[in-house]
């Protein structure tokens, strides 16, 4: 009989076994860390202004032109806060006030409504280019001083606005120069807007 086609007998039973049974050690899980307690390595970077350009000079330039030319409203203005009477310079020549001077709001042509916005439209534009210049010296404060410059562009926009429904409601003249400066109004508080939209997300 020839012994070594026998299968060969093993004293080791454990090695028999299949691999499945043999436990496993696992190593040893690493700790979990929390990320939101982990210090920040980074900081949020602040919006900076913008620099002045060109559009400030030109704001600044055409809004001085346009109160100079709706001077005449500053001028009743001031004088209707110091609760003094307005001189216009004109006389009552015919009706039941001939004689009396003639008050600003009852000027022909519209002239009391055509200068209150353009005086007012000229004064929002100096606004927008003074907040562009002061922008960088004032980094926190002007997007509150654009805003305030917004509101007041927004007025004049609308101002003009209401004087094209005034006088094409009683005939009075083509309003050319309040078509041009309701447009340009508009224009102009749509760009504060984006700059003002563009300093409320980097805060």
């Known amino acids: 009989m020839d012994l ?34 982990a210090p920040l390595e980074y ?22 032109v346009l109160m100079m030319v709706g001077r005449g409203f500053a001028e009743w203005l001031i004088a209707a806060v110091r609760g003094v009477t307005y001189d216009t310079g004109v006389i009552w020549q015919a009706g039941p006030k001939i004689g009396q001077a003639v008050k600003y709001w009852e000027l022909e042509g519209f ?23 002061i922008a ?20 004049a926009a609308a101002s003009n606005a209401m ?6 409601a009683k005939d009075g003249p083509t309003p050319i120069w309040a078509t041009l400066l309701a447009g340009l109004g508009a224009y102009t508080a749509w760009q504060q807007w984006r700059l003002l939209r563009y300093g409320a997300s980097g805060m």
């Open 43 to 64: 900081e949020a970077k602040p919006v900076e202004p913008p620099a002045p350009g060109p559009d400030a000079f030109l704001s600044l330039a055409i809004g001085a």
């Open 163 to 168: 004087a094209i429904v005034v006088l094409l």
């Open 136 to 155: 960088r010296a004032l980094p926190r404060m002007w997007t509150k001083l654009l805003f305030a410059a917004f509101l007041l562009t927004v007025l």
């Open 4 to 37: 070594s086609k026998l299968p060969k007998l093993s004293g080791n039973r454990e090695a028999d076994k299949p691999q499945d049974s043999i436990p496993q050690t696992s190593p040893a899980a690493a700790p979990l860390t929390n990320p939101a307690s």
């Open 111 to 133: 002239t009391a409504l055509s200068e209150s916005t353009v005086f007012i439209f000229g004064l929002a534009l100096v606004a927008d280019g003074i907040v562009l210049f």
